[in-house]
């Protein structure tokens, strides 16, 4: 079963940056449209930012411009570098794949890990 394991959430002030890892073992992974989603209390989860295999990119209009999504496929790890925090960032945040025909086949989202907490407050 495929997991992805987030890390590197934590407490930041306004204006502050974090940086989200998420990795896999999925031999798969190079080839997923990779998202990072969010969830913030009493809220539905959102997707804020994801990438393609070949480097695409695109962002959630919340976040467009202080928040830069990557990726490294020898080493299946997505990445979210968000600058600029605001205390509206304050979220679990998840990574997972798109729903999607890969390798031919098509596959769901993954069962969702259990994210990072990301708080931004004075």
């Known amino acids: 079963q495929v997991q992805f394991v987030e890390s590197g959430g934590g407490l930041a002030q306004p204006g502050g940056s974090l940086r989200l890892s998420c990795t896999t073992s999925?031999?798969?992974?190079?080839?997923?449209?990779m998202g990072w989603y969010r969830q913030a209390p009493g809220k539905k989860r959102e997707l804020v930012a994801r990438?393609?295999?070949?480097?695409?990119?695109s962002y959630g209009d919340s976040v467009k411009g202080r928040f830069t999504i990557s990726r490294d496929n020898a080493s299946n790890t997505v990445s979210l570098q968000m600058n600029n925090l605001r205390p509206e960032d304050t979220a679990i945040y998840y990574c997972?794949?798109?729903?999607?025909?890969?390798?031919?086949?098509?596959?769901?989202?993954?069962?969702w890990g259990r994210g990072t907490q990301v708080t931004v407050s004075s």
């Open positions: 997972n794949r798109l729903p999607g025909y890969y390798s031919g086949n098509y596959y769901e989202f993954a069962s």
């Open positions: 999925d031999s798969l992974f190079s080839q997923y449209v």
């Open positions: 990438i393609y295999g070949y480097g695409g990119k």
